[in-house]
């Protein structure tokens, strides 16, 4: 699905140097590039505050740690998403409220989350799933009506724009009240091992972020709230300096093997290609295929013989996981996220994507799809 080995050839002599100036350093834990990547994806993403952290999930922890919700509380987020963004909700002891997606964007619908809102709802989770910008103006709009929290769940889309119907752009994680973002290695921003940020503007929630993240302290030994311990590495973070000046030209990459991807698909009756909504730059952290008409699973399994990955993201939707029985949501209707379930195919995407790997892929679809009886 992705080939990290080979992007990191690329950009070897770099990264190898950066990683023996750490092991030279000694600093291991809260060095130098661990401020300094901070500070550039601060000013990449042109907001205020970057703290950094030991891993994606952990970014949405300390996000719902720092906003002071009470257990009960109810958080709304898409049933359509990675399992992360859900259980730091139930984790914490507050509810996870699920609600419906957009069947075009696979992004949270507006509709459903403004009628899921009750007496009790303290924030909105939405998830920028895929590397497509949720629609963050009618979602900040709704809670500022509402005064509710929003935390991004920029953990796919990191280095993605969204355009506001004024035609200014933010970059997706900058525009909620908290944003959080993952470096697992298959992210388009991907550390050699785990990592995670947390963004904000707000100077007085950056402190509480920064303070919770390192065992509820603002200074040594002197512990005011309970925290955990969650950091980012130095040799990641050095690493992730580097990588970080290469986002741009991984993201072009990634659109250029979802375009070429598109035109392949185009015309397919039985094939529903990722739709790009206005205000979205899409960054194609996944390239998703719905399938109408054709076996998925059957699909995914004649790949497999020819050699060709495919994953499901994700079989089991968020309200379904026995994770969440005592919160009662699997009878709960959700016809977008049932069909989507059972649709969805991701195919391989990443930024080392030739034309061949491109033209067999391809053609293995269109010759499993065209000649598969209705
Ligand atoms: C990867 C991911 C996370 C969690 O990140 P980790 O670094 O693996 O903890 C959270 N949400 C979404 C949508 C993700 O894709």
């Not at 050839?9 to 140097?17: A, G, M, P, Y």
């Not at 470096?183 to 919770?212: E, V």
């Not at 590495?233 to 990588?243: C, G, M, N, V």
């Not at 185009?266 to 094939?271: A, E, L, M, P, T």
Request: hydrophobic letters at 40%; proline letters at 5%.
């Amino acid at each position: 699905m992705v080939d990290t080995q080979t992007q990191y050839r690329k950009i070897k002599t770099e990264v190898d140097q950066a990683v023996i100036g750490v092991l030279e350093s000694s600093a291991f834990i809260n060095g130098k590039p661990v401020h300094s990547f901070a500070a550039n994806l601060s000013a990449y993403l042109g907001v205020k505050h970057t703290i950094p952290c030991a891993n994606g999930t952990d970014a949405l922890q300390i996000a719902m740690m720092a906003l002071g919700f009470q257990p009960g509380d109810e958080i709304i987020t898409p049933s359509f998403t990675y399992i992360a963004t859900t259980e730091v909700i139930a984790l914490l002891r507050l509810t996870p409220v699920f609600v419906e997606v957009d069947p075009k964007t696979f992004c949270i619908d507006p509709l459903a989350l403004e009628q899921a809102i009750t007496p009790r709802t303290k924030a909105i989770v939405p998830v920028h799933l895929y590397g497509q910008a949720a629609p963050m103006e009618e979602i900040m709009a709704i809670a500022a009506k509402h005064n509710l929290y929003v935390i991004e769940d920029n953990a796919q889309a990191l280095g993605a724009d969204y355009t506001f119907s004024d035609g200014t752009k933010k970059k997706t994680g900058s525009i909620g009240h908290i944003g959080c973002t993952s470096f697992y290695p298959s992210k388009n921003l991907g550390a050699f091992g785990d990592g995670g940020a947390i963004f904000t503007n707000d100077d007085a929630l950056a402190d509480q972020l920064k303070m919770i993240a390192n065992h509820g302290q603002s200074r040594r030994y002197y512990h005011d709230v309970v925290g955990c311990n969650s950091r980012l590495d130095t040799i990641q973070a050095a690493i992730l300096d580097i990588k970080l000046t290469h986002l741009d030209e991984y993201v072009a990459a990634r659109r250029t093997a979802a375009d070429f991807y598109d035109q392949a698909f185009s015309g397919n009756k039985k094939i529903i290609v990722p739709y790009r909504a206005s205000w979205s730059h899409h960054v194609f952290h996944q390239y998703t295929l719905v399938l109408e008409g054709a076996d998925r699973d059957a699909l995914s399994q004649y790949l497999a013989e020819k050699q060709i990955p495919s994953m499901i993201y994700y079989p089991v939707p968020g309200h379904k996981q026995k994770m969440f029985e005592q919160f009662g949501t699997a009878s709960q209707m959700m016809p977008v996220t049932d069909w989507l379930t059972s649709r969805v195919i991701s195919l391989p995407i990443h930024t080392e994507m030739d034309q061949e790997q491109l033209d067999y892929i391809t053609k293995h679809i269109l010759e499993f799809v065209n000649h598969q009886p209705q």
